[in-house]
């Protein structure tokens, strides 16, 4: 059965040091296992077919060590640093011996079944008397895990390097290393159970496994601390967020996937096969729509995200943010009160952000209310109400008139008389636009 040891509220070290030589030499990801059909075939807590074991390692500089695994939101500028581990397909976790944590497995039982490639996180250690290396750095062979009791995981697949039945990246070690942990990532862990294919989402944007007393290190001079153990048969990809510290010195180091901030670092090595970009298109207003002054704006938008969800839309105009929603349908509303540009970014579970395309829109303060044809076929009498709020020394009106040419073909304004808001109006100026069937009209007291 697996098992949580501990939930605590602690999250990071408030001085935070940073020193300008890197502690973090690289991200390994290696194809520890590729299963085959005896393995999918089996009734003894079977693989799923073509099911590829992965393994993480987090590779530090000497005297570096592993703090803390995370997924944060900054809270004063809403960058979201998203922990991630997904495939397209669910995780094998083995429901006889596996755990959440690969120290919590008895190293006695990674020769049973499918034992060995059950999906967990890890602090180095692949068993709790042993831990995970390199298969090219096991110098002791398949031990413990083979021979296997079941006859199972003897695939040989060249693209999975060293078969495992002649180096499982296993050996001997006396590390008591556990994570603790904080914020939500308890809630997370819980895909790899001991439920079989029970999700393919691990997603953390406020959670963290802590080791802070004692940083965590490699069990050799490479210094590559195994992190995690992922067995799918999809496409597996990730990102990590990670806090290390110098042993010799106390400095301590954030890496981060994406957009790192003041005083952290990156590396393109963080993420692997990351996942499509989200895309978000305004659907409502359309550019250049007009708005009376006062007059609610609704905002419609069309999110999405190939392989993944939608995480929040920020709602900008003229730059301000204005509303931020987190569920779909992703629309909001603003009182138009001026000129100016709607813009929309979305971001996606991973914490990749896109902008949308800018949406103009333009605020007057009126609008014609109706428009009717009247007195006879050859001659258009129109009258124009226009209405407003809060409308006083209005000095004249730009108005305009659209028309269908399939029913009228205009030729001029030929008498103008009105009382637009008391007042008498006569006509200084109009343009007619046949290609945009429109009319152009300017009126100011007489």
């Known amino acids: 059965m697996k098992v949580i040891l ?110 060995l490639l ?151 090595q963080l993420s692997w096969n990351r996942d499509h970009p989200p895309v978000i298109t305004i659907t409502s207003p359309a550019d250049n729509t007009r708005f009376l002054s006062g007059e609610n704006v609704p905002v419609t938008t069309d999110a999405t995200d190939l392989d993944s969800a939608i995480f929040k839309v920020d709602f900008f105009f003229n730059g301000l943010s204005f509303f931020t929603d987190q569920s779909a349908p992703f629309q909001a509303s603003f009182i138009a009160s001026g000129n100016g540009t709607i813009t929309a970014v979305v971001t996606g579970d991973a914490g990749v952000q896109v902008s949308s395309d800018p949406i103009y829109i333009k605020v007057v303060p009126y609008q014609v209310q109706s428009v009717q044809q009247l007195c006879n076929l050859e001659t258009a009498c129109i009258p124009i109400e226009v209405i407003g709020l809060g409308i006083s020394g209005i000095n004249g009106f730009d108005m305009e008139l659209t028309f269908d040419l399939d029913k009228i073909i205009p030729t001029g304004i030929i008498y103008n008389k009105g009382d637009l808001i008391n007042q008498s109006y006569i006509q200084t100026d109009h343009t007619i636009d046949l290609l945009n069937q429109r009319m152009l009209i300017s009126v100011f007291p007489q």
Request: aromatic fraction near 10%; charge should be negative.
């Open 118 to 268: 059950d999906s967990w996180f890890s602090t180095g250690r692949a068993g709790n008397t042993s831990v995970g290396v390199l298969k090219p750095e096991d110098l002791n062979a398949g031990a413990p895990s083979f021979p296997n009791i079941d006859d199972l995981l003897q695939n040989n697949d060249p693209l999975a390097g060293f078969p495992i039945s002649e180096a499982d990246g296993i050996i001997s070690g006396s590390t008591t290393a556990a994570w603790t942990l904080a914020g939500s990532i308890s809630t997370a862990l819980g895909i790899f159970d001991d439920i079989n294919l029970l999700g393919s989402d691990f997603l953390v944007s406020d959670g963290a496994l802590t080791n802070f007393t004692t940083p965590i290190q490699g069990p050799n001079a490479t210094n590559k601390i195994l992190i995690g153990q992922f067995t799918t048969a999809g496409e597996f990809s990730g990102q990590l967020n990670l806090q290390i510290r110098n042993s010799s010195t106390g400095i301590i180091q954030q890496w981060v996937a994406q957009s790192p901030e003041a005083g952290q670092f990156t590396s393109p």
């Open 6 to 115: 501990i939930t605590l509220l602690l999250f990071f070290s408030s001085h935070a040091t940073i020193f300008a030589q890197p502690g973090l030499e690289g991200i390994v990801i290696e194809t520890y296992y590729i299963s085959d059909a005896s393995d999918s075939g089996t009734p003894s807590f079977p693989l799923p077919p073509g099911a590829v074991t992965y393994r993480v390692y987090v590779d530090l500089a000497p005297n570096w060590g592993l703090q803390a695994v995370y997924g944060a939101t900054n809270a004063s500028t809403g960058q979201v640093d998203t922990l991630v581990i997904r495939s397209t397909q669910p995780f094998f976790n083995n429901e006889d011996k596996g755990a959440i944590f690969g120290y919590l497995i008895p190293t006695t039982s990674l020769d049973e079944n499918s034992v």
